[in-house]
């Protein structure tokens, strides 16, 4: 295994305590046609058709939350959400936002790196709780830009279950595997550009769940599995993108149904459920035409455990010292249907 592969697996465990220091308390992408309906919906029409601009969205009978980063005051954002990394690392950014939005500001995560540059963890992050769960089948999507002069270690939303939920942070999960009634959660964020500036990277998961799979390296040490490994999956980091991540729940508990989906500008670029085909190298799956059949997801044994919070995140630790590097968030949809870019 490669040093920088070594450093971002080590520094990952320091994820679980970040959370608990901070407390709670461009050009434009080319966006295709609408896209084809998704697994697990009969609606033929992604929701955006009807909320021009994200308008009404929130009042949907399918739409569970949505934050459009207009807020006129921290304040105001802090109180829409259960948890925060606080004002040192939280703004709202007047005057950015994504073509076609209507709105005319965005959330602003953004970290500073510590006098002892590279290996210095910094984290920024929002995190919204839903106690009554979030059913068995959930799609966030969300607007970023990133940048071009930081390293992203671990930068984009997390679906997620606790169980129990905590009301602050999520619960500290790095390293560690699911059993099954504990936690499990579905991410979506750069896989490149984690040690250093770039102006295009990959996108990929990074899941946990209780058959994840580990390393040679670190056995007895679980990180999150990536599921896409495709080079043709990226995106520019100076512009705003569109991404949208599908979670849909095993039933029974006891079965290998669950299963993930990811689009990228309106162009869907990954679904794996059970028979999906691929190879597995350490802890990353590579779909294929010809490799044997995915098991399927089986992200809780226990009907207790269940999706129940959102996290945005924003995690560096290669950066040189005193460098300000900011991701920004807009339009995030959580509902039980495709959402789908701006219309």
Not at 67 to 93: I, K, M, P
Not at 311 to 334: A, K, M, Q, R, T
Request: glycine content about 12%.
């Amino acid at each position: 295994m490669s040093e920088s592969r070594v450093r971002h697996r080590w520094h990952a465990i320091l994820l679980a305590t970040v959370w608990l220091m901070v407390g709670c308390g461009s050009s434009t992408p080319t966006t295709p046609a609408p896209p084809p309906p998704p697994p697990g919906t009969t609606d033929p029409q992604p929701l955006g058709v009807k909320h021009p601009g994200d308008a009404a969205m929130g009042q949907d009978a399918d739409v569970f939350f949505v934050e459009d980063g207009e807020s006129t005051t921290l304040t105001a954002l802090f109180g829409r959400w259960n948890g925060n990394s606080t004002a040192n690392s939280v703004a709202l950014d007047p005057g950015t936002s994504p073509p076609g939005s209507p709105g005319h500001q965005s959330i602003r995560l953004f970290t500073t790196a510590g006098p002892l540059g590279p290996g210095t963890v910094r984290s920024a992050g929002l995190y919204r709780t839903f106690p009554n769960g979030l059913g068995d089948t959930v799609y966030v999507r969300w607007y970023v830009k990133y940048n071009t002069i930081g390293s992203f270690h671990h930068s984009g939303p997390r679906l997620g279950g606790n169980n129990p939920l905590n009301a602050s942070n999520p619960l500290p999960s790095a390293g560690l595997k699911p059993t099954g009634s504990d936690f499990f959660y579905e991410a979506v964020e750069l896989s490149g550009a984690k040690t250093g500036a770039s102006t295009r990277s990959t996108v990929d998961f990074y899941n946990y769940w209780m058959h994840q799979r580990g390393t040679s390296f670190f056995p007895g040490v679980y990180y999150g599995n990536s599921f896409v490994n495709d080079a043709a999956v990226a995106i520019d980091l100076a512009s705003w993108n569109c991404l949208e991540m599908m979670y849909i729940a095993n039933n029974p508990v006891s079965g290998f149904g669950g299963e993930i989906g990811l689009w990228v500008n309106g162009v869907k670029v990954a679904h794996v459920k059970q028979g999906t085909l691929g190879t597995w190298d350490e802890d990353n799956f590579h779909p294929s035409a010809s490799g044997a059949a995915f098991e399927g997801f089986q992200w809780r044994a226990t009907a207790a455990l269940r999706a129940n919070y959102l996290e945005l995140l924003h995690f560096v630790d290669n950066d040189p010292d005193g460098l300000v590097n900011s991701v920004n968030y807009d339009h995030v949809v959580v509902a039980r249907r495709y959402v789908g870019p701006l219309m």
